[in-house]
């Protein structure tokens, strides 16, 4: 099944990928976003959700979340585009569990073909159950009306345990979810920091994610 994409709410960090500069970045301990490396991450790819989203300078997005992956909601408004809803877990790049959320075609499009693959490997015995690591190994410049914009490369480089720090649960509220009749907008959900880090035990290689 491929995702059909192309709050009020829990309170969550998050982090965000700009297609326009090709950049990464987490909401900082201090407030705004810091920018971050090209980062490698644990994907709850089985709790992913996508739906309607509508993000407006210096406001939290908006959202509209399907029923499913195989029914999407109707459109609230002109303004709000297809995307995902996903959780994300790095310790070293995020601090932990983060939202990680876009309306960008191009970052969607990447995401897309990374649940097609998550789909098939998933399917393996020696992988049901785990969670996939996914690494940032570059990105692809897309030329379109609004110029020049890119696309990560995000490509599954092994399959782990789920840590107990990442709980095994859709990362959007039962009411951002369409029921019927004519969808609204959630409101819009105070983003805050990421806990700091917590000091890692010391170990002999740096940890992957």
């Excluded at 399907?66 to 790049?93: I, M, N």
């Excluded at 569990?97 to 015995?125: C, D, T």
Aim: with cysteine.
């Amino acid at each position: 099944m491929g995702l059909n994409i192309g709050g009020s709410g829990i309170i969550k960090p998050y982090v965000k990928y700009n297609a326009k500069a090709d950049k990464w970045f987490v909401r900082s301990p201090e407030g705004g976003d810091q920018e971050i490396v090209r980062p490698t991450f644990l994907l709850d790819l089985k709790n992913i959700r996508t739906g309607w989203l509508r993000f407006r300078e210096g406001q939290a997005p908006e959202r509209v979340i399907d029923p499913s992956l195989d029914r999407a909601a109707p459109s609230p408004a002109e303004d709000f585009k297809r995307g995902f809803v996903v959780t994300a877990f790095s310790p070293k790049f995020f601090g932990g569990a983060v939202e990680f959320s876009s309306a960008s075609i191009h970052l969607s499009n990447a995401v897309r073909e990374l649940y097609a693959a998550f789909e098939e490997q998933g399917a393996k015995a020696e992988n049901r159950g785990k969670v996939p690591v996914v690494a940032c190994a570059g990105s692809e410049p897309m030329k379109d009306k609004y110029g020049t914009n890119y696309r990560p490369r995000l490509e599954i480089v092994k399959w782990v345990d789920r840590p107990g720090e990442m709980a095994d649960e859709s990362p959007v509220e039962a009411a951002d979810v369409w029921k019927g009749g004519a969808p609204a907008a959630s409101k819009p959900a105070q983003h805050v920091a990421p806990p700091p880090a917590k000091p890692a035990a010391e170990t002999l290689a740096e940890p992957l994610f």
